[in-house]
């Protein structure tokens, strides 16, 4: 049996979910948990009202609808696969709309940041790249590096299996995930050979997250990965 990379890349689903009034339900759930939780992490990471924050992987901007009243107008940039997706969380997630210009939220579902500005310091990217491969993280550190020169922290969730053959494993809240399908997990040395072949230095954050996904802040590090394209 095929299964597809990702459910978010099956055909028609943002169509579909839109039409049925959820936005915040395909996002995965815990809507106002998880969006505290990340800015919990990004406020503890430093984050006040005057840095620019990049949402990856934005969807209905379950984080965005905190973010932006606290962070200065236009501080927020945001992407995701689906631009209407987004469009939809500013039209009736966001108390105060015009803080934050429709043109800060760009479709983008190759990671290759189109019309970010310079100058981002903080990124996150929370349950995104548990839905898709090692291959697709790889890649997209790899693109996003030359865009985030400058950031202080780029952080992203992934869930984690013990080194060992490939097989499905049961996470602690129960979910469980796969080597070759979504939900994915990885091993904490694929994370660490990843970064380092993309010009990141990584390092784990000791943070309990919803259904046992696991933290890691990524910063940018000098060399010669730092320079491809």
Not at 3 to 15: A, C, E, I
Not at 131 to 152: D, G, I, K, T, Y
Not at 172 to 185: K, Q
């Amino acid at each position: 049996m095929t299964h597809p990379v990702s459910p978010y890349l099956k055909p028609g689903f943002y169509d579909t979910a839109l039409a049925k009034g959820r936005h915040r339900d395909i996002v995965g759930g815990r809507w106002d948990e998880t969006g505290r939780i990340q800015m919990q992490i990004l406020q503890e990471a430093g984050m006040q009202p005057h840095h620019h924050l990049l949402d990856i992987g934005a969807g209905s901007l379950r984080l965005g609808c905190k973010a932006v009243p606290y962070l200065a107008p236009g501080h927020y940039w945001a992407t995701d696969a689906s631009r209407a997706l987004m469009l939809r969380g500013r039209a009736v997630e966001l108390p105060e709309p015009t803080r934050l210009p429709k043109d800060q939220l760009i479709e983008d579902s190759h990671f290759a940041l189109p019309g970010v500005p310079d100058g981002i310091d903080f990124a996150i990217a929370f349950g995104v790249f548990t839905h898709l491969p090692l291959c697709v993280l790889h890649s997209a550190l790899h693109r996003m590096r030359p865009r985030l020169e400058a950031v202080q922290g780029l952080f992203f969730t992934v869930f984690l299996a013990p080194e060992g053959p490939p097989q499905p494993f049961r996470q602690a809240d129960g979910v469980v995930t796969h080597p070759d399908r979504p939900p994915y997990h990885f091993h904490s040395s694929d994370i660490g050979t990843t970064c380092r072949a993309t010009g990141w230095s990584a390092c784990r954050c000791d943070l309990m997250l919803p259904r046992g996904q696991v933290l890691f802040r990524a910063t940018p590090t000098a060399g010669p990965a730092a320079n491809q394209s």
